[in-house]
């Protein structure tokens, strides 16, 4: 029987964006962010055969959920908490039905929680936003462990087997993001099938406008963000080849299994097709890399089942001998990176509306988060995950019990 303090509330919270101070966006749903920001600049998705929707993912509901911020408080009145992408129906799931799993339980029993919170909702979750709910409730759960233990998450994980991360960048510039010390850059790609060759030639063209940046030697990307199909991706991969592109990222829809398994195999000797960061789940991974999907699966840790479930996918890809690079996700991934030895390196998404400067990823809301210096960072030594939420930003808690 462990010697912890006991659950004692579980709590579901949104923040409200006013549009002032820290209340304008951004936070753990990063897509929330104003106009003239790179994140939404005509980047090429699944929408974009409907003109309407081809300039903004934000037309389309992209961040239309906003932040759920999760508190679980222990019954000594230690705190954990966590930041996910899921607002208020997630907030109504962690109030109506995960908190039952948690409140009165003992902490350290984070094995039983997760079994009980994804067979409970399996009847209508799985993936997506329920996943999300139950990522947002477990990486809250190790927050809590950490503070109770007076330990970092990732001492907890195994300890490291590195001494600092090392990070490629996200963004529309990685010119920016070489000057800047990343080992890379990964490029939104802008143009989807829908605006043809035409669109076909200006992704090249860009891809060649940052290879003439960047050199021969900088690792550079293309992020699809689920746009294309099994065609254009693998005519894109096959001309981006010729400047170097390292990897074809998230090409197509996650369900395409069998396209995703086509791509790998039609794609150039030497180009790595990745994916994963809307997969879910064990069992989601499981069929990724069964059917040799790709060459790095990329799950998001608020999104996949959380630290708990991302020990099961990572130790299956190692198994496979796949790379584990997981979506930007600020602390929460750094703190598994870190102890993984087949997460050699980590994202950084480049928060800043220009992609030309280091801003935290989860800004406003995470006290204390770190960022890559030169393109490093060292996971601070520190409780939890080692931030504390910002008390500034606008909390509400929508179904108080
Ligand atoms: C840059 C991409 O369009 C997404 O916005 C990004 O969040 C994600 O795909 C990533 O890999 O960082
Ligand atoms: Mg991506």
Known sequence: MSRLPK??????????NDGTGA?????????????GHWIDDHIATPMA???EYRQSRRSFGINVLGTLVVEIEADNGVVGFAVTTGGEPAAYIVEKHLA??????DPSEVEKIWDQMYFSTQYYGRKGLVVNAISGVDLALWDLLGRLRQEPVFAML?????DELTFYATGARPDKAKELGFIGGKMPLHHAPAEGEEGLRKNLAELEAMRNACGDDFWLMFDCWMALDLNYATRLAHEAHKMGLKWIEEALSPDDYWGYQALKKNAPKGMLVTTGEHEATRWGFRMLLEMECCDIIQPDVGWCGGVTELIKISAMADAKGVLMIPHGSSVYSYHFVVTRHNSPF????????????????????LIGEPVPVNGKLKVP???GFGVELNRDIALHRPYAR
């Open 7 to 16: 659950i004692k509330h579980v709590r579901a919270f949104v923040v409200k």
């Open 23 to 35: 209340n304008q966006g951004g936070g753990a749903d990063y897509h929330d962010q104003g106009d």
């Open 49 to 51: 055969k409907y003109p």
């Open 100 to 105: 039952r799993f948690l409140e009165g339980r």
């Open 158 to 162: 195994g300890g490291a087997v590195r």
């Open 346 to 365: 980590a994202e950084f998404l480049m928060m800043a509306p220009g992609a030309d400067e280091v801003v935290p990823m989860f800004h406003p809301q």
């Open 381 to 383: 030594d520190a409780p």
